[in-house]
C-alpha cells in the first residue's frame, strides 16, 4: 500500500488531498488556530470535510472557523489545564457525531523556563498529557474499522529525547532542565503513546499513526525561544517546510485511502520512516501510559475533593466551551479492548 504513496516532501496538504471529497466525514483537529493546524482544517474543510477545531481559547478556534469557512465547529481546549480538557471532551461528545478521524496537532517548544503543573514539566503536559487524556476521552465517538487517530511528534523524539528514553523519575526536572531535551522526551511521549494506542486499539480496527512534519517554517511552535535559538531560527526558516508542506502528512494520515489499513507506523514526508528505537520498548510504552493515567487520575481526585470542600452557590456558571454541561471523558482504552 505505502509503495503507491506518490507524496513526498514537497507535497502539501492540498496535493494530498486532490480530487478527495470528504462530505459526510467529521474530523477533529487540535492547535486549529495556526501553523500546521490551521493548514490541515483548512485543506480538510475545503474538501467537504465537517471540522472541529480545538485551540487554546474559543475565541481563537472561531476565529479559525471563520477564516476557512465551510462547516467547522469552535471548541476551547487548553492543553495545559486539564479540566479544559475535560470540558472539550463533553462537548465534542455532546454533538453527537461521530470522529471519523483525531489529529492531535497542537504543542508547545522550547519552553526555556521550567514550569511545572500537574507534577511534570509543561512541554510534557502539553505535548503529551493533554492530547492522552483528549483522545482517551473520546474513543468512544471514533468508528471502528474506518477510525484514524493521527498524532503529531517530531524528529526530536530521536535527535533531542534523553538517551535512557522517558526519565520517569525527572518527569518535572527537579533533577536537571534542559528545553530541549524536554521537547524531545515529550515527542518521544507523543510516538510512544501513538504505538500504544495502536496495539490497544487494533482489535475495534481503528488506525493510529505518529508522524514527523518536517522542520516547518512560518509557525507559532517556537514563540517560547529565548536568544539565541530565536535569531537562529530567523535564518534557518529560509530553509525550512512551508506550512502547507508540513501539513502534508498529517493530513494524508487523517483523510486519505492511500493509508486505508495502516496503523502503528512513525511518518516522514507523506512515507513510512524509522522512528525511535524505543518504539519498540514495550516496557516503556506501557509504563508511560500507566503514568499518563495517574497524571489524569490524580487531576480528577484533587478536582473531586476541591468541589467537595467548596459549596457551589452558582450552578449556571458558562463552562470554557460554552456548550453543554461538564461530564467525565469515556475512559481509557485498555490492552486488548
Known amino acids: 500500500m505505502q509503495g503507491s504513496i506518490a507524496f513526498g516532501r514537497r507535497s502539501t496538504a492540498d496535493d494530498v488531498l486532490a480530487g478527495l471529497d470528504l462530505t459526510g466525514r467529521t474530523i477533529l483537529v487540535t492547535g486549529c488556530s495556526s501553523g500546521i493546524g490551521f493548514e490541515t482544517f483548512r485543506a480538510l474543510a475545503g474538501r467537504g ?3 472541529i477545531g480545538l485551540a487554546r481559547s474559543r475565541e481563537a478556534a472561531r476565529f479559525a472557523c471563520e477564516r476557512v469557512g465551510g462547516t467547522s465547529t469552535p471548541v476551547a481546549c487548553d492543553l495545559a489545564n486539564l479540566d479544559s480538557v475535560n470540558a472539550a471532551c463533553a462537548a465534542v461528545v455532546k454533538f453527537g457525531r461521530s470522529l471519523d478521524a483525531i489529529v492531535a496537532s497542537a504543542g508547545l517548544m522550547g519552553s526555556t523556563r521550567l514550569d511545572v503543573r500537574e507534577g511534570v514539566e509543561l512541554q510534557f503536559l502539553v505535548n503529551h498529557v493533554g492530547h492522552f487524556a483528549l483522545i482517551n476521552g473520546l474513543l468512544n465517538s471514533v468508528p471502528d474499522q474506518t477510525g484514524r487517530v493521527v498524532i503529531v511528534s517530531s524528529s526530536a523524539s530521536i535527535q533531542q529525547a534523553p538517551k535512557p528514553g522517558i526519565l520517569f523519575d525527572n518527569l518535572d526536572g527537579h533533577r536537571f532542565y534542559k528545553p530541549f ?19 490497544r486499539l487494533a482489535p475495534r480496527g481503528i488506525a493510529v499513526n505518529s508522524l514527523h512534519p518536517g522542520a516547518v517554517g512560518g509557525t507559532r511552535l517556537n514563540r517560547n525561544l529565548g536568544f539565541p535559538y530565536s535569531a537562529v531560527l530567523r535564518i534557518a526558516r529560509y530553509f525550512m ?7 502534508a502528512t498529517q493530513t494524508l494520515l487523517a483523510a486519505s485511502p492511500l493509508v486505508e489499513g495502516i496503523s502503528g507506523e512513525y511518518w516522514v514526508d507523506c512515507q513510512i520512516a524509522e522512528g525511535s528505537r524505543f518504539l519498540e520498548d514495550r516496557a516503556m510504552a506501557e509504563r508511560l501510559w500507566s503514568t499518563s493515567e495517574r497524571i489524569v487520575a490524580s487531576h480528577a481526585a484533587r478536582r473531586t475533593y476541591a468541589n467537595a470542600q467548596v459549596p457551589i452557590r452558582n450552578t449556571s456558571a458558562v463552562n470554557p466551551v460554552g456548550v453543554g454541561a461538564v461530564r467525565k471523558p469515556n475512559g481509557f482504552a485498555r490492552r486488548g479492548v
Open 49 to 51: 470535510a465537517y471540522v
Open 241 to 247: 517546510k512551508t506550512v502547507p508542506q508540513g501539513a
Open 181 to 199: 531535551s524536554f521537547y524531545g522526551q515529550s515527542k518521544l511521549a507523543c510516538a510512544l503513546f501513538a504505538k500504544e494506542l495502536s496495539r
